[in-house]
């Protein structure tokens, strides 16, 4: 069945060669294919496309042996891998209820989807793992396995002074204040689920220290805020939002 899957793909691909990465449907199903190209995005501060492709290979592969948040990878050839379709990203999610003011019930449905993926990212953290770099476009779930995917898992890169985990942390909170006009009730539920993990108290702490360690950083990027530079302003509220979190 996989080598069907492999054979088709082998098929269409060369007419993919401007998309690193891109869906294909195969038996009712749907999977995703990611190349050994690079996607032209900030390509001057990545690694080789090569060794960026390698390093999340094998880092979906052993996180999935400790704990099933990556993708499933359902076959792979020398130049790309295919894992199966998780879902839609939690950008898709947080967008239905503004979308759809009508539907109550899609609110509750989103701070459950949040809530679920901060007590995931709390369970990878809890056995000493880390994700890189989970933004809101690279984090997935399913309705119908009630399950929140981790997607992209390239990134080895971070601010030094943090640990991996307080790094996800901050990375995240600031990808969900990037987007625009978004409550800040979801972020509330994504904390109320990450709580649960036993390290996430020493986590929250050890971010507010860095954090406090680079207030003039902060009173740097505020100065910014005039200009509206997205990141830098995401920047300032993430700071806000981190050092008003409670930790007794
Ligand atoms: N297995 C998957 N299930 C659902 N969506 C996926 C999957 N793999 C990739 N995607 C979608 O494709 C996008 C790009 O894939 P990603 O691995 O993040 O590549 P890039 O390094 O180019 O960002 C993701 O943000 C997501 O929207
Ligand atoms: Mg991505």
């Known amino acids: 069945m996989n080598d069907m899957l492999l054979e088709y793909i082998d098929r269409m691909i060369d007419q993919e060669k401007d998309h690193r990465v891109f869906p294909v449907e195969f038996n009712d199903k749907t999977y995703y294919v990611k ?6 995005r900030s390509s001057w501060i ?24 990556a993708p499933v990878i359902a076959g792979f050839r020398e130049h790309y891998f295919v894992t199966e379709g998780s879902g839609k990203t939690l950008t898709y999610y947080s967008e239905l209820p503004a979308q759809h003011p009508d539907d109550d019930s899609l609110q509750d449905m989103v701070t459950h989807i949040f809530y679920i993926f901060g007590k995931t ?6 056995y000493g793992l880390s994700h890189g770099r989970p933004a809101m476009r690279d984090i997935t ?48 539920a994504m904390m109320n689920g990450y709580s649960s993990a036993r390290t996430a108290r020493d986590t929250v702490l050890h971010v507010k220290d860095v954090l406090r ?15 509206h530079f ?19």
């Open 141 to 188: 779930y399913d309705p119908d396995t009630d399950k929140i995917t981790l997607l992209d898992w390239e990134n080895g890169r971070r601010w030094p002074e943090l640990t991996p985990q307080g790094w996800d942390l901050l990375i995240f909170v600031h990808s969900y204040l990037r987007e625009d006009n978004l409550p800040i009730s979801y972020l509330y």
């Open 213 to 227: 360690k680079h207030e003039c950083l902060f009173k740097f990027c505020r100065m910014l805020n005039p200009l």
């Open 230 to 248: 997205v990141d830098t302003e995401a920047a300032v509220k993430a700071y806000d939002f981190m050092l008003a979190l409670k930790t007794e």
């Open 121 to 126: 990212l709390g369970q990878l953290h809890d």
């Open 35 to 40: 190349q050994d190209i690079s996607n032209r």
């Open 46 to 69: 990545k690694p080789s496309p090569r060794a960026a492709f390698d390093y999340e290979f094998y880092k979906i592969s052993f996180i999935n042996t400790q704990l099933p948040v």
